[in-house]
């Protein structure tokens, strides 16, 4: 690893070819290499992803560690987790890529293809799906080819039938949900054009980005979304605004949206308007004052103060907007701490039961705002290299 880091650093400080031809010569050659490459990491990552070691280091996912630890775009953080947890089955894709005779674009796009096969049509797909590459089309039409790998095998082998869930029609909305090995669940089903409505108005407004740093794409926001309403979170969700006395009568100075978005005078005034006023009254330093009294749950007061003060979850680089998260008593109401609004931040559910079970790898600290912010330090047992320990603390 030390070795293909220094060839890495040692070419990136080289400067191209002056021929054109080379320079493709050599783009060709070095991205068999990044195949080649790709196949290691896929290993690696198969491991890091079945063993969860990425939980003990207080990351949700193997998708949110390539995320933010790797600096990968949702779209390749994917295509890498499904390779690396497909090419187990996938032997033949495996060695191509391995020797440099499969470039990763069709591996991953194979990958992809066998997601939701069982293992009998996954090796059925495999075939097909190579001998496509040998015949020359393109990755893209690969891809297009393996959305309907099912029928293509159904249509090889004869076996076309009628899915199962299209003879339920369209009138009456229905759900499955079948448990995994993990205690995770599959969810499936169907909503009609009055339930789909409903899941529109309901999901729609909680599931959009929590702003410009939120890198989850559209699935993951709304599941988020869907456990919020669940768990009764968005009941205490309301639209709030903060700004000063005299923005609302007549200034200029201009107010903000719980998650940073800044808005006009006027346009303060007129959601006021609208939706009328509810004073919260802030401190020096806009610190809350206390408002809170001491029982298990927060108040919608409570919530609301919170709001304005975490527009995500209170760990550093968790994006869970903050109307999904949970109130959490920062030292443990188990342990006797109370609920007092300067007690309380807002934790997503993930990061909230691991402070609670990994207390030790938690460190909090408040900034000027009032703000707690919790920092996730690596496992106890863990040999992380200086630079992340000195991060961490």
């Given amino acids: 690893m030390n070795a293909i880091a220094v060839i890495a650093r040692e070419l990136a400080g080289r400067d191209a070819p002056d021929s054109p031809t080379a320079c493709m010569e050599l783009a060709e050659t070095l991205a068999m290499a990044s195949d080649r490459q790709e196949s290691a990491l896929a290993e690696l990552i198969g491991r890091a992803d079945a063993s969860g070691e990425m939980r003990r280091w207080g990351l949700p996912s193997t998708q949110a560690w390539l995320r933010s630890r790797l600096g990968m775009r949702e779209s390749r953080a994917k ?88 003879q339920r029609g369209h009138e009456r909305s229905w759900v499955t949900s079948t448990r995994s090995l993990d205690g995770g669940r599959y969810v499936k089903g169907w909503l009609n054009a009055e339930d789909a409505a409903v899941w529109d108005g309901t999901l729609g407004p909680l599931a959009k980005p929590a702003g410009t740093d939120d890198r989850r794409d559209l699935s993951e926001r709304t599941a988020a979304a869907l456990t919020g309403v669940l768990a009764g979170g968005h009941r205490a969700t309301k639209v709030t605004v903060i700004c000063d006395l005299d923005t609302l009568t007549g200034g200029t100075a201009p107010a903000r949206l719980t998650d940073g978005t800044p ?78 609004i300067d007690q309380l931040a807002l934790c997503c559910g993930w990061h909230n039961r691991f402070k609670h079970t990994n207390a030790e790898q938690v460190r909090i600290i408040r900034d000027a705002t009032g703000r707690y912010v919790y920092r996730v330090l690596p496992p106890p047992d863990a040999n992380a290299p200086p630079t992340e320990l000195a991060q961490a603390a």
């Fill in 79 to 166: 295509e890498r987790i499904a390779l690396a947890r497909q090419r187990h089955r996938l032997p033949r894709v495996a060695e191509l890529l391995a020797t440099g005779e499969l470039s990763y674009g069709y591996a991953s796009t194979v990958a992809d293809a066998v997601t939701r096969l069982d293992d009998e049509d996954c090796a059925a797909a495999e075939k097909v799906l190579l001998d496509m590459v040998d015949q020359g089309f393109s990755a893209g039409k690969v891809a297009s080819f393996g959305r309907r790998i099912r029928d293509v095998i159904a249509e090889r082998d004869g076996t076309e039938s009628v899915d199962e869930d299209c």
């Fill in 263 to 340: 808005i006009s005078a006027e346009q303060a005034r007129r959601i006021a308007l609208n939706a009328g006023v509810s004073p919260l009254l802030l401190g020096r330093g806009h610190v809350p004052l206390y408002l809170g009294h001491r029982t298990r749950f927060a108040t919608p007061g409570q919530r609301q103060v919170l709001e304005t003060l975490y527009p995500t979850c209170a760990v550093r680089g968790c994006e869970v907007p903050g109307a999904l998260c949970e109130v959490d008593h920062v030292d443990g109401w188990a342990i006797g701490g109370p609920t007092d």
